[in-house]
Every structure is written in structure tokens, then in C-alpha cells.
């Protein structure tokens, strides 16, 4: 039962442009959000989170929006460059014992961003 | 920032053999201590929660006497995968958490048993 899904394998995006990363989750418990960047042979690193009560946390060239009632987060990243090529990580968990609690992952996204 | 070191980051083993992974806290004290493990194309799954102190807690289908996790002190926890068998090759990954300042992640582990 995967709790928390992202639907796209793989997105190429011409450098430059608007990243759009999607990520859906059905476990109404989640309440906080969370996405990572992650090369091959490493582990995830911590990009930008968001907790349910806000619609959108923005970081930089990150910028994360959620739909609670859709159970649905974005990560656009803009202006893209070849360094974020990777693959990202959405991941979920509940706010209220986080740190002790685990993350539920995605199934990740390989980006390609195209020079 | 928060670092956690963890090695081998690469290991290969005969199969029958076992192997300890060691993850560690560099700069702070970790209150509970996560193993994933990572399927090719796949997502991260969780294989158990440790916390200092106290047993791990293993997630549903994880064979908590073939993947023996010991989290003896605050900055050090070790997953030992023993007796190993091809179907164990896998990239395992260990989290370290500061309680409500988050998440840091080790490097990962390759583990190949040949």
C-alpha cells in the first residue's frame, strides 16, 4: 500500500525553466511534508518541508505547495539548472511526534535538467 | 549542519557471511535512529526504528533476527545483516534524528553478496 506516491518515473526540463515535481498522498494522518534530493550511491539530502497548516513554503529557487484537500504537494523549482539534476524524494509524516516518527517516501522522481 | 557518517559505503560479501553497517552522529546526539533500505527504482523502505537504549522496533516483513540493529549510545547505531544471501544486496541507508530539529541521512551502503 503505497501511502505516498509520485506518479512521473522521470521529468526532463529544458535549464532555465519551471521544474513541477508532483507527489500524492492518501493517509489523512500526515500532516507534514517533506522533500530530498538524492544522487545515486548517497543518501537523501533535506530540500524544503512544508506542515499542513500552510499552503505553500517557499526556499530559494524551492518553493513546495500543498492541497489538502486534493492530498497533493508540488516542488517547483525555478530557474532550473543542471545541478539539480537528481532524484527527488517527497516524504511524509505527522507532525506531532516528529523526529521520533518515521517518513513515509515516494518512489521518487529522476529529474533531468537539459543545458 | 547535523552530519551522519555512515560506512561502508560500499561492501561485498560471500553469501552465508555477515555484514555490520555502522551509521554515526557526528556533531549531535541522535534520540532515534532509522534504517531504510532501497530497491533499484524503488522507493526508501523502512526497515526498523531504534532508539538509544531500547530495542528496535522492526516495520511489518522485516526478519528482525537477520537484520540485527543495535543502538547502544546516543551517536552510534549498527545493522548487522547476517547470514547473507544474494536477495540481501541492497542499498541501506540510515537516518539520524535530533527529535523536532529533523532528519539527517548517512551516505548509504552497497551491499552486494555474491
Known amino acids: 500500500d503505497q501511502q505516498v506516491k509520485q506518479n512521473s518515473p522521470s521529468l526532463s526540463v529544458q535549464e532555465g525553466r519551471i521544474s513541477i515535481l508532483n507527489c500524492d498522498y492518501t493517509?489523512?494522518?500526515?500532516?507534514?511534508f517533506l522533500w530530498y534530493k538524492k544522487y545515486p550511491a548517497e543518501g537523501p539530502t533535506f530540500l524544503i518541508s512544508?506542515?499542513?497548516?500552510?499552503d505553500k513554503n517557499e526556499d530559494g529557487r524551492f518553493t513546495v505547495f500543498l492541497n489538502k484537500s486534493a492530498k497533493h504537494l508540488s516542488l517547483h523549482i525555478v530557474p532550473s539548472q543542471p545541478g539539480d539534476s537528481a532524484v527527488y524524494f517527497c516524504?511524509?509524516?505527522?507532525?506531532?511526534?516528529?523526529?521520533?516518527?518515521?517518513?513515509?517516501f515516494g518512489t521518487g522522481t529522476r529529474l533531468t535538467i537539459i543545458p | 549542519g547535523a552530519v551522519v557518517s555512515q560506512h561502508p559505503s560500499r561492501v561485498i560479501c560471500k553469501s552465508g557471511t555477515s555484514v555490520k553497517i555502522e551509521c554515526r552522529s557526528l556533531?549531535?546526539?541522535?534520540?532515534?535512529m532509522f534504517w531504510y533500505r532501497q530497491f533499484p527504482k524503488q522507493s526508501l523502505m523502512l526497515m526498523a526504528t531504534s532508539n538509544e537504549g531500547s530495542k528496535a522496533t522492526y516495520e511489518q516483513g522485516v526478519e528482525k533476527d537477520k537484520f540485527l540493529i543495535n543502538h547502544a549510545s546516543l551517536t552510534l547505531s549498527t545493522l548487522t545483516v547476517t547470514s547473507a544471501h544474494p536477495e540481501d544486496s541492497s542499498f541501506y541507508i540510515c537516518s539520524a534524528s535530533q527529535g523536532s530539529d529533523g532528519y539527517t541521512f548517512g551516505s548509504g551502503t552497497r551491499l552486494t553478496v555474491v
Open positions: 493517509n489523512s494522518m500526515f500532516d507534514y
Open positions: 556533531d549531535f546526539q541522535a534520540t532515534t
Open positions: 512544508i506542515s499542513s497548516i500552510k
Open positions: 516524504a511524509a509524516t505527522g507532525i506531532s511526534n516528529f523526529g521520533n516518527e518515521k517518513l513515509t
